[in-house]
């Protein structure tokens, strides 16, 4: 297609793995650029031929479009050729029999200097088929294809240049080959490229051909170069501080080959490889540079020529590792790796590899560097498209190396030359190490090693772990309804009735004895007679049939006709006792003395149970927690969440058994819960059920949308298992996540930022000179009165939001310090000040690449800043301490040693919670010394004293910790237990304020009794009975808010209400 319009006559001619297969015959060209060649060719392939499976992976079929001139007198026929297309036979070896392809037609240039566009101008429509498929199904399922991509070598060393002779730049690595044998895969003329601009993605992969004459036919169809992260691969230099280094190493001087090459790997070859890579994860990658010698007449073959010829310069080595190819599903890796200089004892000791490959092949590369060929450089077309002389001659000369090559004596190097040799390449190899060259190559399988378990099997096997679905209750709301109308209708008509019975022989009196038997049936006849003759008993009736229809489409579910008349005459009887029974019901219900009461409704709402469990639970009263929890599952057992705190309520309480069945009733009303399934396999790893839990972890792996929590925990779950490579690539794909999720956040901030910024600074940097009542908030403890004003307060936010630049006066106005503590605090903040002014950061104050700079601001909102802290504060909500540890010890190293404040904090929690009160100390000792404003550490030390006993030094902590313009997370309980130390210090005033505090941010039982107790000892008993029954009616089970109550019925001399709360308060 597509033909130039000044060529008359073509013919293609074919070739594969350096033979022609034929030519085509000679075509002319249609006026619309077209020619029908209608050419069919054919070649053998077999396992032990000259055309091997491996061959018809990595070699193309070579299509070369001839124009064939027009012949002059006494003149042979002449060609030239016009351009050149390839045709991947790749489909053969995936299970296809017979495709076809639109072979892209690339020109071929009239002169070496000609630049032609890369585009393709033309193409071929080409159909490759065989007659039976080359592999079987056996042979299909169990082998594979592997494919190695050398892109380039970077910050190589200044010795590379451009000029001087010519350099041949290789590459090489070893694999394994059909059957138990080993190939290696060359990779060479490299082209040294000076610095500039970067190399661009997407670029095409190129054939690793050499009699190609059209250079846009090098370039491999569909295959594709794409990049990507440079934290997404899975070589090294892949951390945030080699982002800067990689940026610029790209755009200086490398050598780029842009060269795949593939092997074709029988089952045996397939068992191969993955024993080799269990055996040893570092394959060596070997990198050197030939000089090139120009051929010249006359001269015989290089072989009888000195070692100078045959010697490789700058021997290099990278190490990859291939262990990741063994992970479920990992089908290809990619990344940069280091170049070492080549020595015999490193490489072996790292990879188990005794020879060399350039070394075991010097003496074929030497015999080929004569005919090397440099991609972009034109070949004459004698060479390209040889004559049958030029053939024979060929092979002759073929024959002829062949022999020379074995009658040849090998030649042995002495100890003395390989020694010299070594030291050579040492010498150069330094370099490599010194420039911090680095190779990006990629390899790939077309199906991965280890199968990966799919979506719909993971499900299946958790589908049978967990028990089945409960079934819904059968729908009964209509019947129910129908009832009610029915008793509703029934009431009303009795009370009509009654009604009208008054009117007639008026209401009876209660002294007026009894009316015997004959009044009344003169009554009855009377009161039947008004109704009939009025019409009210036909209103009646109409009234009730609406509700009778109702209960038989909705009680009976009857809609049709009868079939037979004693079926409808059965129906009515039914129908009839039902009535009548359910008319006696309602009667009663209406003309009984004593009614029962209603049910009370409950008042408390879901997410006051829950706050109610908490509190129960930090109070160490598991048994009333576990009966709020009990209390919301009874109120609906087809609510997730309840099941899932219930169950973290089993785990504080070490109950991991009864904690399993709680995450699995939550699992069994939704199996693609991702929170459920990560706490099954946490718990299912706690009771050593290793396999269950790594099936929950993989399926919540494979949700959507990701969750970074599942990927760290995963990781977790790996490394328990000695499962480094599948823990690294979670943790990998875990901070892939973080860094998207943070850099979306990071984008609405600044854009909030572009149009208030200026706002928000003039707020926060001017305040108010005379603050009206409203704008003033004053707070008294001991010695300490703070009084600041709204935009005060936004002040200091931003004082210490903007690079931790706050001032030594607003130190001294938080708390109450000695003068020698203030000047040391404000030596520590003038250090910290010209610390980020010079942007160097000191006393660990930075993290690692995924740490910035903590806030002096610290609080609930601010969130973590790396995937292990966002696991923790996830495994910290459900109590699973032990996964706590390992994902803290993996903060610390992701630290480099240096730990945050957050981590000495949820360290102390963990202690706490375990009752380890010394440890817990040194923890929140050491977070001070780190961050020594923050609200939420204050507060655990509170919390660390109150439980010591220690109320003065506890009472310091609470107060300290609600000074702060940033609220702590605790602060509930800061209000009670510092409301409960001033009632036992008898300061009932400041207790009844900091209870009221607590009450208005979060009222409970506890938080009213305070207040209770605290106005009952300032003898102000209204205040006192209304605040506690407020907590009476949020907890009536409180024995002490009964007991309160009775003292102030005492006091108030309600000797009957008194005994009645006395009862109660023994009772519960």
């Avoid at 002319?28 to 000259?50: H, I, K, M, Q, R």
């Avoid at 790939?444 to 958790?462: G, I, T, Y």
């Avoid at 015997?516 to 009855?524: I, N, S, V």
Wanted: proline share 6%; charged share 25%; with cysteine.
């Amino acid at each position: 297609k597509t033909i130039k319009s000044n060529v008359s006559v073509t013919l293609v001619r074919v070739e594969y793995n350096g033979a022609i297969l034929g030519d085509s015959s000679k075509t002319d060209v249609l006026p619309n650029g077209t020619a029908n060649y209608n050419f069919t060719t054919s070649f053998e392939c077999s396992p032990d031929g000259p055309n091997s499976l491996d061959d018809v992976a990595q070699k193309p079929v070579l299509l070369t479009v001839i124009e064939v001139l027009q012949k002059e007198k006494r003149q042979k026929e002449k060609t030239t050729p016009l351009g050149q297309a390839v045709v991947d036979l790749l489909p053969l070896l995936q299970g296809q029999c017979s495709f076809k392809a639109s072979a892209p037609l690339y020109a071929v240039p009239t002169s070496p200097l000609e630049s032609l566009h890369p585009e393709a101008k033309g193409g071929l429509e080409v159909t490759v088929y065989t007659k039976e498929p080359l592999l079987s199904e056996t042979q299909l399922s169990n082998s594979n294809i592997l494919s190695v991509t050398l892109e380039a070598a970077y910050s190589v060393p200044e010795a590379f240049a451009s000029t001087g002779p010519l350099q041949n730049y290789m590459s090489c690595l070893q694999v394994p080959a059909v059957g138990e044998k080993e190939i290696p895969l060359l990779f060479t003329n490299g082209i040294l490229k000076l610095a500039g601009e970067k190399e661009a993605f997407p670029r095409p992969k190129k054939w690793p051909l050499a009699n190609i004459m059209a250079p846009g036919a090098l370039n491999i169809p569909n295959a594709f170069i794409i990049g990507g992260p440079y934290e997404d691969e899975d070589g090294e230099l892949n951390k945030k501080e080699d982002r800067e280094f990689r940026i610029q190493a790209e755009r200086m001087k490398r050598v780029v080959w842009d060269m795949e090459r593939r092997c074709y790997l029988d089952p045996t070859a397939v068992a191969m490889l993955q024993k080799r890579i269990a055996e040893c994860r570092y394959w060596p990658v070997e990198v050197c540079r030939m000089s090139v010698a120009s051929s010249s007449k006359g001269k015989t073959s290089k072989v009888y020529k000195g070692d100078e010829d045959k010697q490789i310069f700058f021997h290099g080595v990278a190490y990859v590792n291939m262990v990741p190819l063994l992970c479920p599903g990992v089908k290809q890796i990619r990344g940069a790796f280091r170049i070492f200089p080549y020595q015999d004892s490193e490489v072996f000791e790292k990879t188990k590899t005794q020879h060399s490959v350039f070394r075991d092949l010097r003496r074929q590369l030497s015999l080929t560097k004569e005919e090397s060929w440099t991609p972009g450089i034109n070949t004459p077309l004698s060479r390209a498209v040889p004559s049958k002389t030029q053939k024979e001659d060929k092979i002759t000369k073929d024959k002829n190396s062949n022999r020379r090559m074995s009658n040849a004596p090998k030649i042995q190097l002495s100890d003395a030359t390989v020694e010299a040799e070594n030291d050579t390449n040492c010498l150069d190899g330094q370099q490599y190490t010194e420039a911090g060259t680095f190779l990006v190559m990629e390899i790939k399988l077309d199906k991965a090693l280890v199968p990966k378990r799919s979506r719909e099997e993971l499900s299946r096997r958790v589908k049978q772990m967990i028990p089945p679905r409960p079934q819904l209750p059968p729908w009964t709301t209509g019947a129910k309804k129908a009832m009610e109308d029915y008793h509703n209708h029934i009431t009303s008509i009795a009370v009509a009735i009654l009604s009208e019975y008054h009117e007639l022989f008026g209401k009876p009196q209660p002294d007026g004895g009894v009316i015997d038997l004959p009044t009344l049936e003169e009554q009855k006849r009377q009161l039947n007679f008004t109704l009939n003759s009025s019409g009210k008993y036909f209103a009646f009736k109409e009234q009730l049939k609406y509700a009778v229809v109702k209960i038989v489409r909705e009680k009976y579910l009857k809609t049709t006709a009868f079939e037979t008349q004693e079926q409808f005459q059965a129906f009515l009887s039914e129908l009839y006792v039902y009535l009548v029974d359910q008319m006696h019901v309602a009667l009663n219900q209406l003309l009984s003395k004593e009614a029962a009461p209603p049910a009370p409704v409950s008042h408390t709402t879901e997410e006051q149970l829950r706050f109610f469990a908490r509190e129960a639970e930090v109070n160490k009263d598991y048994k009333l927690a576990s009966l709020y929890h009990q209390q919301r599952l009874a109120q609906d057992q087809c609510n997730i969440q309840y099941w899932l705190d219930y169950g973290a309520f089993c785990l504080l309480l070490e109950e991991t058994t009864k904690a399993q069945e709680c995450f699995r009733q939550a699992l069994s009303l939704d199996p693609q819960h991702t929170q459920s399934l990560l706490l099954c396999g946490i718990v299912a790893t706690m009771l050593q059920h290793y396999e269950e839990a790594e099936l929950f972890f993989e399926d919540a792996c494979c949700l959507e949308p990701p969750s970074i929590d599942a990927w760290t925990l995963a990781g977790l779950f790996y490394e328990l298992q000695n499962n480094n490579t599948q823990a690294e690539m979670a943790f990998r794909e875990a901070k892939k996540l973080l860094q998207a999720e943070l850099a979306k956040e990071r984008c609405m901030p600044e854009a909030a930022e572009g149009e208030g910024g200026e706002k928000h600074v003039a707020a926060g940097s001017v305040s108010s000179p005379s603050p009206g009542p409203k704008e003033c908030l004053t707070a008294s403890h001991g010695n300490l009165v703070l009084k600041t004003t709204d935009p005060g307060i936004v002040s200091c936010k931003e004082i210490f939001t903007h690079f931790w630049k706050p001032s030594r006066h607003f130190l001294l106005s938080l708390f109450p310090v000695s003068v020698v503590l203030c000047s040391k605090l404000g030596s520590l903040w003038q250090m910290l000040c010209s610390c980020f002014r010079n942007n160097k950061p000191t006393l660990g104050l930075i993290g690692t690449c995924f740490l910035p700079a903590p806030s002096s601001v610290s609080g609930p909102s601010q969130p973590p800043c790396t995937i292990f802290m966002k696991a923790v504060e996830f495994l910290m909500k459900v109590n699973a301490i032990q996964f706590v540890h390992r994902a803290l010890a993996h903060e610390l190293l992701s630290l480099q040693g240096v730990p945050s404040c957050e981590y000495y904090l949820v360290l102390a929690q963990t202690y706490l919670l375990k009752e380890d009160l010394s440890r817990c100390e040194e923890c929140l000792c050491e977070a001070l010394r780190i961050d020594y404003v923050n609200p939420n550490v204050w507060a655990q030390k509170g919390h660390l004293c109150y439980l010591k006993r220690d109320f003065g030094k506890a009472r310091q902590c609470y107060e300290r910790t609600l000074s702060f313009a940033e609220d702590t997370a605790d602060r509930h309980f800061v209000y009670l237990r510092l409301g409960s130390i001033y009632l036992e210090e008898k300061e009932y005033g400041r207790a009844k304020q900091t209870y009221l505090l607590a009450c208005k941010n979060s009222a409970s039982c506890l938080t009213w009794l305070g207040v209770g107790i605290a106005c009952y000892r300032l003898e102000e008993l209204l205040e006192a009975e209304d605040a506690l029954s407020e907590a009476n009616a949020l907890d009536n089970t409180n024995a002490e808010v009964w007991g309160y109550l009775t003292l102030i019925c005492l006091q108030g001399r309600r000797q009957l209400e008194a005994e009645q709360c006395y009862k109660y308060t023994v009772k519960v």
